[in-house]
């Protein structure tokens, strides 16, 4: 939180010099040099809708009061890969939420491909965390043992009839990071330490491949997949690979409708966390005006009232002088209160592309 608060410190008064000094930026003019309006563009992804979409316009009236400025935010809500292709093809966004980290490399490495100068992405604050589970219903797992990737490889070598499914990895950041986990257990590897070679692994191909034979649906988006799922309950999939908050936002519903539990597993090998990285761009359409906007925005966001607010959506706070809801994570809503596995570092954008390549060779090809 010290390195938080210098970051914002300092980027606001960057901000704040140059604007009182240039008087660049666009809205309007305002008193001492200032505008009378801000607007930005915040391209973020649909895990934390709700909660952005809650506390957007309550972050518009609080910067009014502070500044006597009139501040804009325009949501645009996306898949995150879609995000990144969004900014490629031309989208300016003066801030960028992704689901997880994994990202940041992989939008630096494609904006340079096509042409960018420099990254795009140089700094990040997460907002919200929330850790990869391998999810099943507690009769599912009272039948067999499941701790982790290896458990599921296991059952289908022995024969074991079981329905699995995942996010589409090609549309979803939940699915790349069920892939991701999937090859860390193939490879026994931690995926900072996978390279593009580990892809044509014929041994870690076979693993991964039979545990996506059990597949029996790919959906677009990781709350899909989680409503899902609590839908169409046990007959129609045994466990499957989404994030904590979709196990939260389902458990009451998956319990009632059923007569059965969703339950969380913590991959006891490592999981990976959707830390849903704030990024302010780095690119010639951000202006001091935004930049200052958006860090304020970052700023309210981390207060410790919206944090809680995002518990109640799911997510855990990324502001760690925040307490944990033992009213949201806990037992009942089918996850743990405390994470006991370790997390993993998130790979780089040219072992990710290679992923995106393989990936086609080791789905289920019927689902």
């Known amino acids: 939180m010290l390195l938080i608060g210098i970051l914002i410190g300092f980027m606001v008064f960057l901000a704040v010099s140059s604007i009182m000094s240039t008087g660049e930026g666009g809205g309007g003019s305002g008193q001492e040099g200032l505008p009378s309006s801000i607007t930005f563009d915040f391209l973020y992804t649909s895990e934390k809708q709700a909660w952005i979409q809650e506390v957007t316009p309550e972050f518009e009236q609080w910067f009014f009061e502070r500044f006597n400025i009139t501040v804009k935010v325009n949501l645009d809500v996306r898949g995150s890969h879609d995000t990144v292709n969004q900014i490629i093809w031309g989208a300016q966004p003066t801030a960028w939420s992704p689901a997880s980290s994994l990202w940041i490399s992989y939008l630096n490495d494609e904006w340079i491909h096509a042409g960018g100068t420099q990254e795009i ?13 391998i999810v099943g219903w507690a009769s599912f797992f009272e039948e067999n043992k499941v701790t982790g990737f290896q458990d599921l490889y296991q059952l289908a070598i022995d024969g074991i009839d079981y329905k699995y499914g995942h996010p589409d990895p090609l549309l979803s950041n939940g699915g790349v990071m069920a892939e991701v986990l999937e090859f860390a257990d193939a490879l026994d590897k931690k995926p900072d330490q996978f390279i593009i070679d580990d892809f044509t692994n014929e041994t870690a191909l076979n693993f991964v491949r039979t545990i996506e034979s059990n597949t029996v649906n790919y959906e677009k988006s990781t709350g899909f997949f989680g409503r899902w799922a609590a839908l169409n309950g046990p007959d129609a999939i045994d466990c499957f690979t989404v994030y904590e908050s979709v196990v939260i936002r389902n458990a009451d519903k ?20 959707s830390d849903h990285p704030f990024v302010i761009l780095n690119a010639p359409w951000v202006n001091e005006y935004q930049k200052f906007a958006a860090s304020q925005y ?6 410790e009232q919206n944090q809680d607010k995002a518990q109640e959506h799911g997510f855990r706070p990324a502001n760690p002088s925040v307490p944990l809801n033992p009213e949201v994570f806990n037992e009942k809503n089918g996850v743990d209160f405390e994470i006991q596995v370790p997390i993993y570092r998130p790979m780089s954008g040219e072992v990710m592309k290679a992923l995106f390549t393989v990936w086609p060779s080791v789905k289920n090809p019927g689902v």
């Open 254 to 273: 998956a319990n009632k409708t059923w007569g059965d539990s969703l339950v969380a597993v913590y991959p006891k090998e490592g999981t990976l966390l």
């Open 298 to 303: 970052l700023f309210y966001l981390l207060q």
């Open 121 to 133: 992405a140089t700094d990040s604050t997460p907002l919200v965390l929330s850790p990869v589970v």
